[in-house]
Nanobody, 126 residues
Framework: QVQLVESGGGLVQAGGSLRLSCVASGRTFSGSAMGWFRQAPGKEREFVATINWNGDITYYTDSVKGRFTISRDNAENTLYLQMTSLNPEDTAVYYC???????????????????WGQGTQVTVSS
């Protein structure tokens, strides 16, 4: 059974930092693009960042550029999201996702991702 399990969320003050992790099990994703999405209260889930299979191509939504960094450790089958300079608008449930295709390109569309985690809550207080 394939599972993506996020961790690292929590409550942080504005200006603070958090590092999210997403551990995959059940299959290796070392050949697949992966991404982070988030859903704020009362809003639809939105794209945050994506990374290609070997980590040398990344793409971010404009609101997190320069503050968030996506990375991966294929040996550990783990995806990361380092978040800095957090603000209350970053409050959301954060989800990791993986594409099914091997060596497929990065994509910011939710429909391109087949596997999803359960999410981890990030709350930023002002």
């Amino acid at each position: 059974q394939v599972q993506l399990v996020e961790s690292g969320g929590g409550l942080v003050q504005a200006g603070g930092s958090l590092r999210l992790s997403c551990v995959a099990s059940g299959r290796t994703f070392s050949g697949s693009a992966m991404g982070w999405f988030r859903q704020a209260p009362g809003k639809e889930r939105e794209f945050v960042a994506t990374i290609n299979w070997n980590g040398d191509i990344t793409y971010y939504t404009d609101s997190v550029k320069g503050r968030f960094t996506i990375s991966r450790d294929n040996a550990e089958n783990t995806l990361y999201l380092q978040m800095t300079s957090l603000n209350p608008e970053d409050t959301a449930v954060y989800y990791c996702a993986a594409r099914k295709a091997t060596y497929g390109g990065i994509n910011y569309s939710q429909g391109a991702y087949f596997y999803w985690g359960q999410g981890t809550q990030v709350t930023v207080s002002s």
